[in-house]
């Protein structure tokens, strides 16, 4: 009962997007009911010609109704093309639509929801949840509708040419489709189980080619071919069972249909047929008849599953549209209501970025960071050390809002950040991550991220101050050239260079910056630190630091430990104060000098 | 004979009797479904006859009551040559479990050459769907075959119980036919185009999304999302162009698929309605080629695309056999020496190259290692590092030169021996789906509860362990927990030392651990391993102060080797490349 109230729900959603298409809506469905219509009537043609031309040796009667054959079958054709054309293309306007609204709000979505979704999740969800409504429009509703009326069409003729027989055939008949209904649904579990086992398998051979040195080398061949073995033999047993019984079941419904069928025909009409009462055409329109009633039917119970399935993308769609997206609202962490924030202060950056006691965590969840408390002036450059885990991408993160923080604040020349508009304070900060994104696109758009307000002098600038010139010149239609998926026809520290120049061509007054830890040749490493260089010139900074060199030119360091800064001030400042942070450098960095001597 | 037909042949020549049942019961089947017109037909013109005599019939007569026999009995044969195709779908699965298996046994003998050659997915692909989707390989070799007899017998039996009805109207029916055939076979050419289009413009959007969904925080972090959807509209613009195209093309031919009966079967009533009035047929007749030219329609249809599918099961055999065929290098002495204690390691000047590359990867590498030496591999990425591992340990055989254990050539060890004396830790490290213990276990058909113990100790795991849930029964895996790169890789760790290996190769040691637990992992595996002798391929140059030598490689050369800090000071390569690395913290 509760699945009836969430479908209504959904359909209640669904309905907005159908009256846009309207058009598409009315003259689809109309030309679906003649279509059926229409198939209706080819077998009573033929028994009109039986019954009525044939006997009369009438051949202007035969040439008019082989005439209306031709037009009925055209016509019925052309309807049914139309209709698939145009239900299908509001199908596809729809699922566009919602595809484009999804997209839009994953984007808008706060950063951490895609902390919990796995971007390939994320994917499946726009293309195949979407894929499942489109289908939805265009064949299955149709189809079920279409075939439900087809059927009763049927029925409707045939109680009117032979009240009494229909009635008779109408027990085998309901016989025969209780059955259908329930073995689709029991062959359906076992197509379910088939799917999954050959899921399985798929995943045991990937799985071991991957590893295949380690098979290889431990010698363990015979037991992983015993693995594969079972689970292959499994799916195949599950398969073989059900095609077995699948078309055991068909060649017993061929039977009823063909043979038992025509068997009561034979024995209710042939003696009202040589009585005179009934035509031969009527024993001709039950027996094609008897032939095409079913399969409107198989069709029917084939498609809901498919029907429940597009219903529960719809539910999935709907939830994630439904979802809030990232505005300065902040979410009160104990009561879990929403706190309308103020209206937003123009941004202004002049003195300095204070960290107030900033604490944050998931939820409820431990306390990631806690009590961070420092303050960099402007054009300062600061950096984070610390092991991986000690909170130092989560301090930056919080400085760009992409969570909240938890407790305490961060001000910016004693203004709380959350008083910014979100994008205005965005605007100031320029990220570059230790993974280097690259969009599909070419170089232009991936420089200023699609922003149209920035010109090409701009990017052309921007290359040309990180030392990338060079680069956009190699390429043969310059800042035009596209980039290759995963930017495959760049190398790693060009792909460096164009997220410096990204970074540049804002213009922020704040870089963060997560150093990448890819090994590079030592010319490209010269290279990345010099541009490195300027990128930061006059800028504030903020380094999550992998490199000595930008811990030894940074003005503060702060040294992070399991979500608390435990020491902080200058290299030597720190090589004297702090027996942590000197532990930390001999660890990391000393000993290799001194084991290199 | 075609090389593929050869193939499918001696698949079949194991079920020499299936093969036989099942070419009975598709002959049978296309026999009944011909003759069940012509008993319709006898029903129509027996009740024609009988009504030209009004009053003498009544009831069911015995000549209606013959009829009805005969088709009940067409009837009970049609069910049981209709369930046949059951037999076809279980002799598919059994194909596809059989294929499978063999080819997946024939790539795990392969040798790294033909891993090199063959990306994982892609022989993924070949055993997977291009053995079970539909209609390749498995559906081919049964269905598809037996389909093509079956169409083949229906369209003959029919056209000939047409003729034998009536020729002329045979020739007249059957006229229309090709010219529908050759409308149907251009637009579906043409359906392939347009799925590829519309595939690729599928693949760009997921492309954008993935893109999007991971950079998703530089584009916050520049506040362009509203810019940034633009581009997204655009590629939605293209799509529902090229999805529109394929619905009308699809739509198209399912129309032609699901009316081209009825044009066969204007031509019936146009011609043979004029052939009933003028008396030249029986109704029966007429109504029988009603009927044949809708039994016909499908085959016909079906053929030539049982054709096309049977060239496409063909490419995906030779992709199989090209899996087979693939020259492994087989040792070439038939001496199977077995080792008990592995002592010495030697490269001779040791050359290798892929088979199908020019350059060597690594060429005339000559050291020698002794038991209980920990030697560390360094160079830059691409120097052939990991090359030398896989030549040390039989996955890569030499082009020229020789590896020496014990002064045995290894082409004349028992390989399976060999490796059982090898720890390996892969670069990448991979676990398998399945518990902890299992992975740990995965090297070994027993151990000792005690050596396991210690060696989770010595890897440093058990505490981490003791915090999962289901302790060491906690999956990982594809479909397990995620563990960090670092637990991943000390998991390896464990699972190669469980072997109590006599060598121990790390593939790359780096992320495993912090500088600190390596300390003590190197301490804790000499205090329980003693003289195990360690191949180390690292990045992390503070790894040195724990071996004996060092190889120091560039461009699949050996450029020095012997003593950390004695090549330091004498060769110049050397110091440049350590000068370089210390620039990084680790």
Redesign the interface.
Known sequence: MKKKTLDVKIIKKLIPYIIQEKWLFIVGLSMMLIGSFLRLVDPLIIAHIIDNIVPIKDTEGLYQFAGLFVIVILLSGLLTYLQVIILSKMGIRIVTQLKFKMFDKFLHLPVSYFDHNPVGELIARVESDCENVRRLFSDLSVTILGNMLFFFGMLTVMFMRHFDVTLILLIPISIVVITVFFLVRYLGSFFRLARALNTEVTGIIAEYLQGISIVQLFNRRQQVMEILKNKANEKRKVESKASFTEYSFWGLFGFLIETLFVVILIYVLAPQILAGLVTIGTLIVFIQYTQRIFWPLMMVSENINQIQRAFASLSRIFYILSLEPETNHEEDLFSGSVIEMKTTRPVSYRDTIDFKDVSFRYNKDEWVLKDIDFSINKGEKIALVGASGSGKTTTVSLLCRFYHVSRGGIFVDGVNITDFGLKEWRRKIGLVLQDIYLFPGNVKENIRIYDNNIRDEQIFEALAYVGATNIISKLSKGIESEILERGQNLSVGEKQLLSFARAIVFNPDIIILDEATASVDVRTEMKIQNAMDKMLEGKTAIIVAHRLSSVIHSDKILFFNDGQIIASGTHSELMDTSSEYKKLVELQFLRTEKAIG | MNKNIKWIIKEWSNHKPMLLLLLFLTLLSAIVTVI?PIV?KR??DT??T??EE?GT?????SE?QS??WL??I???V??????????R??Y???F??LI??RY??Y???KD?GF?NHFR??D??TR??SDI?DFPKIAWFMCSGIFRSIESFAKISFCVAAMFYLNSHLTMLTLLPLPIMMAIFYVTSNKLHSSFKENQEA?S??????????????????????D???????ES?GH??KT??RL??LE??I??IY??ID??G??AV??FG??M???NEIT?GT??AF?TYLSMIIYPMLDLPQLFVSGKQAFVNIERLEEIKDFAVKKPSAKMKHQIERIKTIAFDDVSFKYSNKEVNIVSNISFKAHQGNKVMIIG??GAGKSTILGLL?G?LPPNSGMIRINDIPLDQIDL?DF??K?G?V?QEP?L??GSIRDNIL??KDSASEDLYRSILDIVQMKREISLFKDKDATKV??RGITLSGGQKQRLAIA?ALM?QPQILIFDDITASL???NEEKLWEDISKQFGDITCFIVS????T??YVDNVIFLDSGCLIAQGQ??LI?ERVPEYR?F???S?????
Do not use: W
Not at chain 2, 57 to 61: A, L, N, V
């Open positions: 069940y319709v029903l129509l009740l024609q009988m009504m009004p019939y009544s009831g069911i007569p209606l009829i009805i088709f009940v067409v009837g009970l049609k069910m049981l040559a209709a369930a046949y195709p059951g037999f779908a279980i598919n699965a059994k596809e479990y499978r298996n997946f046994s790539i795990l003998d790294f891993f994982t997915g022989l993924v055993l997977t079970t599928v760009l959007i997921n492309n954008q999304l993935e893109m999007s969904f991971s950079g998703i925080k530089i584009i916050k972090s520049f506040a362009c999302e810019k940034y959807k633009k581009f997204f509209t939605l799509r529902f999805e529109m619905v009308t739509t198209r399912r129309m699901e009316y009825y044009f079967q204007i009533i146009v309605g004029i009933v009035v003028r109704v007429f109504f009603y830059p990425v340990t996955l399976t490796r059982d090898i390996y892969p991979f398998f789906t995965f090297g895996g594809q699972r072997r912090d500088a600190d990045h992390r140059l503070s040195i102060r950390h800090d330091l440049e350590v000068a370089g210390r620039q990084t913290m680790p």
